[in-house]
C-alpha cells in the first residue's frame, strides 16, 4: 500500500536557536529524520543535546521569543507542519499527534480529578457526549493497568504514585488514539520495575493500536529495549542513526562507541575499571564549523575541525556523521 | 574496591561499621497551634548489617525504600529511633553531638546533586578547604595548598581554585564534592546516588574516580543508587532494600548470579541491558503494581502485595538469615521448616 510506505513524519535540515544572555545557543543544527508507521524510533544523547527541542519544534511548542525556528521542514503523513497557524496546530495536537512529557506534574492539573481532565481531551478533539467520553477514559485507564479504574477515575492527581500518574499521563495521550506519540523521557523519573511496566504498556500500545512512538532517553538499555530505530544526537546534531541492531552491533561514530563501552553492563562480567569518555560536555555557545565532538574524540584527524562531515551510510539503514572510517566497526 | 581489598576484608572480617536493629521513623503531625502525631514514616524499620574496612557496600532499591535515610542516620545526620550504629565499636546513637564531633570528620558523604551541595557564592577553594578549617586540620596558606592539591587529585584543574561552582559542568561540580569530602581526611564515605545525575558519558570517569581513591586512600564506601550495573560494577557487596528493610545481603556478583529474593529477582531482570539482541530474547519478570506507602507498610513480609510466590507464611515477617556462605535473605521460601542451614532455590 502507497499510504503504508509513506513516513508519518519527516524532519527535515531542523534548525532551533535560542536567544540566550550569552549568545545564540543553536539548540537544534540541521536535524533530518524519518518516523515509519508503526515504529518506535529512540532518540539518546547527553542533556543539552537537543532532544526535547526537536520534539517541542515538532509539536509546535518552541516558546518564541527566545526560541526561534531558523529552517527546516515538518511532514506530519506528507504535510507541511511547521509554520501552519496554531488553531490548526491545536486541532493536531493531542488529537492525532501526541506527547508524554518527563514530569507527569508538568501536564496534570492538581486540581482537577483526572475524570475531568480526561474526558475534556475527548470533548475538544472528538466531539463526543460526557458520559461516552467518560467511558472511553475508563477503558483507557484499564488499558495502562489502573486498578478499578473506575473507581480511581474520580481521584486528584496527587492520590496517585508517580508510576501510576505517568500511566494516566500514557492514558490521556491516548485517549484520541492518535497516529504519531512522542515520549520524552517518559520513564526517568520512575523506578527499574515501574519503568518495565511502562515500556511494556509501549510496546503492547505499538502493537495492538499501530502508534508510531518517538521516544526520547538517555539509558541505552531502554533503547535496546524498546526501540526499532536509533538517533543518537550531541550538541544539536545527529552523529549516528540507523536500525538499532546495526548500531548496537557496529557503533561507527566515536561518541557512540565510547557512551557504549562506558556503561557496566550487568549481564557481562564485571570489569575492573570502565572505559569513559574523556573530557566534558559541549557547550553550546563555542560553536566550530567541526564536529562538536572534536574536543573529546580520540580518532580525529585534522578536516574534524574544518567541516562538519557529510552523511555516510555504514551498513542498509545505518548512517554516520564522521570523518574517520573506522576499522573493526563491530564491537 | 580492589580485589585484594575485598579479599582481606572477607578474611579478617574487619568491620568499620556495624548496624544493629536502626529504625528511623519520621512522625506525621497535624495542627497547626498543637501539632499530634497522626501517624508515622516507616523510612528506616529495623535494619541490620555490617560494612567492612576497606570495601564498598552498594544499596540498592526503589524511590522511597529507606536509602539516603538509612545514609543519614549512619552519619547521625539523622538520629535514630531505636537501634545501634557500632563505628569501630562505639555506639554514635549514644553520643552526644559534643562527642560526635571528633567521629564526624572520619564520615562524610557525597550527595546526588552536585548543583544544589555547592555555595554558589564560595569559590572552589574555599568550598573544598571548608572541612579543613572546621576541623582544624590545618593553618595559614597551607589549607589553600592542600585545596589545590585535593583539585588535582579529583582530575581538576588547580589553577581554576578562584572559580565560582557555575564555571564548572555538572561532572566536574562532582568531582569538587568529592574534594570537599575527601578534605576532611575521612575513612568512611556516604555516596548517595553520586552519579544519578550527571550524563552517561560522564558517569564512568566518577565512577573510576571514586575507585581509584579508595585504593590510594584506603577508604570505606557505602554507596547508594538505583542503578544497579553501577552498583554491581563498584561495589564488594550489596544490600538490597525494600520498603524500610534489608531483604537481601550478599557478595555483589553472588547477588545478580544467584539472587535468592523474589524482589531481588525482578529488580534485577527489570535493568534494561543496552544491548537489543540480548533484550530480544530477555524473559523479564514484570512486577505487578507499585510499592506501597511506608506511612502503613504491609503486614508480614512487605514485599507480599506484589510477591507472585506469596503463601500463607508471608503474613509473619521473614527475618534476614543466612542462605549461604556471606549471603542473607528474608524470604520465607528460603526455609519453611525452623531448622538451622540453608535449602537450595
Ligand atoms: N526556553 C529556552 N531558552 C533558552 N535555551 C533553551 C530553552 N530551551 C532549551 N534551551 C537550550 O537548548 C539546548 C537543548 O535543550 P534540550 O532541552 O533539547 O536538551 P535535551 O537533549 O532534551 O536535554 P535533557 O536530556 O537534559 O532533557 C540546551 O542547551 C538548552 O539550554
Ligand atoms: N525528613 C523527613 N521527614 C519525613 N519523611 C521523610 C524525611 N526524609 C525521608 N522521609 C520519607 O522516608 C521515606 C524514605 O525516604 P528516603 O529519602 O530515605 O528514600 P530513598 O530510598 O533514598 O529514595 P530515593 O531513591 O527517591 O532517593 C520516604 O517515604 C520519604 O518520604
Ligand atoms: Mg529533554
Ligand atoms: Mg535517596
Known amino acids: ?331 | 574496591m580492589s580485589l585484594e581489598a575485598s579479599q582481606s576484608a572477607a578474611r579478617t572480617k574487619d568491620v568499620l561499621l556495624d548496624v544493629q536493629g536502626l529504625k528511623k521513623h519520621f512522625p506525621i503531625t497535624q495542627g497547626i497551634l498543637f501539632q499530634r502525631e497522626v501517624g508515622r514514616v516507616h523510612a528506616v524499620d529495623g535494619v541490620s548489617f555490617q560494612i567492612r574496612r576497606g570495601e564498598t557496600l552498594g544499596l540498592v532499591g526503589e524511590s522511597g525504600c529507606g536509602k539516603s535515610t538509612t545514609g543519614r542516620t549512619l552519619l547521625q545526620l539523622h538520629r535514630p529511633t531505636e537501634g545501634k550504629v557500632l563505628y569501630e565499636g562505639q555506639d554514635l546513637a549514644s553520643l552526644t553531638q559534643r562527642q560526635l564531633r571528633p567521629i564526624r570528620r572520619r564520615m562524610q558523604m557525597i550527595f546526588q546533586d552536585p548543583y544544589a551541595s555547592l555555595n554558589p557564592r564560595m569559590t572552589v577553594s574555599s568550598i573544598i578547604s571548608e572541612p579543613i578549617r572546621t576541623y582544624g586540620l590545618l593553618r595559614g596558606p597551607t589549607v589553600h595548598a592542600r585545596a589545590a592539591e585535593l583539585m588535582e587529585v579529583v582530575g581538576l584543574n588547580p589553577r581554576q581554585v578562584r572559580l565560582y561552582p557555575h564555571e564548572f559542568s555538572g561532572g566536574q561540580r562532582q568531582r569538587i564534592g568529592i574534594a570537599r569530602a575527601l578534605a576532611a581526611d575521612p575513612d568512611f564515605i556516604v555516596c548517595d546516588e553520586p552519579i544519578s545525575a550527571l550524563d552517561v558519558s560522564i558517569q564512568a570517569q566518577i565512577l573510576n574516580l571514586l575507585a581509584d581513591l579508595q585504593k590510594q586512600f584506603g577508604l570505606t564506601y557505602l554507596f547508594i543508587a538505583h542503578d544497579l550495573a553501577a552498583v554491581r560494577h563498584i561495589s564488594d557487596r550489596i544490600a538490597v532494600m525494600y520498603l524500610g528493610k534489608i531483604v537481601e545481603i550478599a557478595d555483589s556478583e553472588k547477588l545478580y548470579k544467584e539472587p535468592r529474593h523474589p524482589y531481588t529477582q525482578a529488580l534485577i531482570s527489570a535493568v534494561p541491558i543496552p544491548d537489543p539482541e540480548v533484550e530480544a530474547t530477555r524473559q523479564r519478570i514484570v512486577l505487578e503494581g507499585d510499592v506501597p506507602s511506608p506511612r502503613n507498610p504491609p503486614k508480614g513480609c512487605r514485599f507480599k502485595t506484589r510477591c507472585s510466590y506469596r503463601f500463607g507464611r508471608c503474613d509473619e515477617e521473614p527475618l534476614l538469615q543466612l542462605v549461604e556462605e556471606d549471603h542473607f535473605a528474608a524470604c520465607w521460601l528460603e526455609k519453611t521448616d525452623e531448622g538451622k542451614g540453608a535449602s537450595g532455590t
Open chain 1, 1 to 331: 500500500m502507497k499510504e503504508n510506505d509513506q513516513p508519518i513524519l519527516s524532519v527535515r535540515d531542523l534548525r532551533v536557536s535560542f536567544a540566550t544572555e550569552e549568545g545564540l545557543v543553536r539548540a537544534v543544527d540541521g536535524v533530518s529524520f524519518d518516523v515509519r508507521r508503526g515504529q518506535i524510533l529512540g532518540i539518546v544523547g547527553e542533556s543539552g543535546s537537543g532532544k526535547s527541542v526537536t520534539n517541542l519544534a515538532i509539536m509546535g511548542l518552541i516558546p518564541m521569543p527566545p526560541g526561534r525556528i531558523d529552517g527546516g521542514r515538518v511532514l506530519f503523513c506528507g504535510k507541511e507542519i511547521l509554520g501552519v497557524p496554531e488553531a490548526e496546530k491545536r486541532k493536531l495536537r493531542g488529537d492525532r499527534i501526541s506527547m508524554i512529557f518527563q514530569d507527569p506534574m508538568t501536564s496534570l492539573n492538581p486540581f482537577l480529578r483526572i475524570s475531568l481532565q480526561l474526558t475534556e481531551v475527548l470533548e475538544l478533539h472528538k466531539r463526543i457526549s460526557r458520559k461516552k467520553a467518560r467511558r472511553h477514559a475508563i477503558a483507557m485507564l484499564d488499558l495502562v493497568g489502573i486498578p478499578d479504574a473506575a473507581e480511581r477515575i474520580d481521584d486528584y492527581p496527587h492520590q496517585f504514585s508517580g508510576g501510576m500518574r505517568q500511566r494516566v499521563m500514557i492514558a490521556m495521550s491516548l485517549l484520541c488514539e492518535p497516529e504519531l506519540l512522542i515520549a520524552d523521557e517518559p520513564t526517568t523519573a520512575l523506578d527499574v520495575t515501574i519503568q518495565a511496566q511502562i515500556l511494556e504498556l509501549l510496546k503492547k500500545i505499538r502493537d495492538e493500536l499501530g502508534t508510531s512512538i518517538v521516544f526520547i532517553t538517555h539509558d541505552l538499555g531502554v533503547v535496546a529495549g524498546i526501540c526499532d530505530e536509533t538517533l543518537v544526537m550531541y550538541a544539536g546534531k545527529i552523529l549516528e542513526k540507523g536500525s538499532t541492531r546495526s548500531l548496537f552491533a557496529s557503533p561507527s561514530q566515536p561518541y557512540t562507541r565510547g557512551l557504549l563501552r562506558s556503561v557496566p553492563r550487568l549481564d557481562l562480567g564485571r570489569k575492573e575499571e570502565l572505559t569513559p569518555i574523556r573530557g566534558n560536555p559541549p557547550y553550546l555557545l563555542d560553536r566550530s564549523p567541526g564536529c562538536p565532538f572534536l574536543p573529546r574524540c580520540d580518532f580525529a584527524v585534522d578536516k574534524c575541525g574544518e567541516e562538519f562531515p557529510p552523511r555516510r551510510q555504514v551498513a542498509k539503514n545505518h548512517d554516520v556523521w564522521c570523518w574517520v572510517e573506522m576499522e573493526g566497526s563491530a564491537g
